[in-house]
């Protein structure tokens, strides 16, 4: 029995003590193993695998297949972090497709599913959790619902949409998650979600009140540098430092300096 790992009892108990929860996305073994040797609280494979690896222009187009494929990697690294993975669009329309699918991403190795939405999946969520599933929710913005929305947009901005998302939280708190990731929603809305709820807050553009936060790993690593969202904080410049080492080898190529002796077999 490993003392460390953490499970969705041990986060629930964090919101309890007041304790930060620290999330990020990963989508293979190696920032998995990375993430682990930092401590980070719960490692989410992310439908933005779409865009930050595989280069869709949003999540719409992420598979099923493409899912499992990355949580395998992910799982690999037995991270003592929750490995929670996404299910994609369109794969929780039904009670019988969720439940389907999350078994598959659970026999990749997810411990956890994150479904988009509120009150519109509250039956799915409900069956899951029944099921054995834990569920990670996802309220304010979401980014599966970027046709029916018209992009992007900051919810609990008006009246309407600020009691939306309320709703949404204590829908999903009812149907059984363990956590919600709040989404591109003003300070004061997901402050009062997170007040409200006995489960823990993950943040994503919702400000500092949260119980946690989470980050797409590749924007606060500055290797998807098309374009910065405002929620996220560069802790790196990656895409610089690639984009360097690999000018240098092809220079050291190309005038011969590489491989010197030292990469050479006598
Ligand atoms: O897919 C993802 O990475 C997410 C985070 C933005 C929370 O849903």
Avoid at 6 to 24: D, P, S, T, Y
Avoid at 63 to 76: G, Q, S, W
Avoid at 192 to 197: D, E, R
Wanted: charged share 20%.
């Amino acid at each position: 029995m490993n003392e460390h790992k953490v499970n969705i009892h041990a986060l629930r108990a964090m919101k309890q003590r007041g304790e930060k929860l620290v999330a990020l996305t990963a989508y293979d073994f190696f920032t998995a193993k990375i993430m682990d040797e930092v401590g980070v609280h719960l490692i989410l494979v992310g439908d933005s695998v779409g865009m930050a690896v595989l280069g869709y222009e949003n999540t719409l187009p992420v598979t099923m297949e493409e899912m499992i494929h990355h949580t395998k990697a992910v799982a690999r690294a037995k991270p003592n972090a929750l490995v929670v993975a996404d299910l994609p669009f369109m794969s929780y329309a039904s009670v019988r497709t969720a439940l389907e699918n999350a078994g598959r991403l659970i026999q990749a190795g997810a411990e956890a599913v994150k479904v988009e939405g509120g009150e519109s999946i509250a039956e799915q969520v409900r069956a899951l959790v029944a099921s054995g599933i834990p569920v990670l929710g996802h309220i304010g913005l979401l980014p599966q619902s970027i046709l029916e929305t018209g992009g992007y947009k900051i919810q609990g901005r008006t009246p309407q949409s600020a009691e939306g998302v309320l709703r949404d939280a204590q829908v999903l708190e009812k149907a059984g998650v363990f956590a919600m990731v709040i989404e591109g929603t003003v300070t004061r809305v997901a402050e009062q979600v997170t007040k409200s709820a006995a489960v823990p807050t993950i943040g994503i553009g919702a400000g500092a009140h949260c119980d946690g936060q989470i980050l797409v790993s590749n924007d606060m690593l500055g290797l998807f540098t098309w374009f910065t969202p405002k929620h996220v904080k560069r802790y790196a410049n990656l895409s610089e430092e690639m984009r360097k080492a690999f000018a240098a080898y092809k220079r050291d190529v190309e005038t011969g300096k590489f491989p010197g002796a030292a990469q050479s077999f006598q």
